[in-house]
Nanobody, 118 residues
Framework: QVQLVESGGGLVHAGGSLRLSCSAS????????MAWYRQAPGKQRELVAT???????NYADSVKGRFTISRDNAKNMVYLQMNSLKPEDTAVYSC????????????WGQGTQVTVSS
């Protein structure tokens, strides 16, 4: 059974930091590109950052220079370090695993709420 479990969300003041974690089980972790998405109320879900098993990363323009995605392949973990948080970063953040070859083979976590107060 595949599970992606996020943790680390919460309430923080603008300018503060949070670190999100995602624990993956039931998959061959190295065969998946890992990503963080977010969805704010009334808005479409947006891609925040991705990381390959080799460590190549990509970021949404809105978070470049403030957020850092990383992964630990030995522990099946992916992280999102979020610094200089802004109220517009408020959203539910979800972990995503997408197979590198099998189209449509992807999984989602349940999400964790991040709220940034002004």
């Amino acid at each position: 059974q595949v599970q992606l479990v996020e943790s680390g969300g919460g309430l923080v003041h603008a300018g503060g930091s949070l670190r999100l974690s995602c624990s993956a089980s039931g998959i061959t972790f190295s065969m998946y590109v890992m990503a963080w998405y977010r969805q704010a109320p009334g808005k479409q879900r947006e891609l925040v950052a991705t990381i390959t098993s080799g460590g190549s990363t990509n970021y949404a323009d809105s978070v470049k220079g403030r957020f850092t995605i990383s992964r630990d392949n030995a522990k099946n973990m992916v992280y999102l370090q979020m610094n200089s948080l802004k109220p517009e970063d408020t959203a539910v953040y979800s972990c995503n695993a997408r197979h590198i070859r099998r189209t449509g083979n992807e999984y989602w976590g349940q999400g964790t709420q991040v709220t940034v107060s002004s």
